[in-house]
Nanobody, 124 residues
């Protein structure tokens, strides 16, 4: 299995910044994409940002210009720099990774892993 470990969540004042990180570990053959989702009470889980192994990024319209996703492929780690935070950003943020697990090309399987979730609270 592939495990994801998150850090960086917390409480911040509106207009402030936080940086989330997520490191993948386990039997990883390759990671195609890593990203961040968030879910607030009563809402569906939504994609916040995603980055592929090639560096292609995708952002939710609500965070464009404020959030930046980046990666370190050597460390199997993804980061989310969140600037100018707003109260509506308050949610549990989940790291996600897609790829292949296994030791070699002959023994691989697709995986989709989720982190445990980290609370981000933005006060007004």
């Amino acid at each position: 299995q592939v495990q994801l470990v998150e850090s960086g969540g917390g409480l911040v004042q509106a207009g402030g910044s936080l940086r989330l990180s997520c490191a993948a570990s386990g039997s990883i053959f390759s990671i195609n994409a890593m990203g961040w989702y968030r879910q607030a009470p009563g809402n569906q889980r939504e994609l916040v940002a995603r980055i592929t192994s090639y560096g292609t990024t995708t952002y939710a319209d609500s965070v464009k210009g404020r959030f930046t996703i980046s990666r370190d492929n050597a460390k199997n780690t993804v980061y989310l720099q969140m600037n100018n935070l707003k109260p509506e950003d308050t949610a549990v943020y989940y790291c996600n990774a897609l790829g292949f697990s296994g030791s070699d090309y002959a023994h691989v399987a697709d995986f989709r892993s989720w982190g445990q979730g980290t609370q981000v609270t933005v006060s007004s």
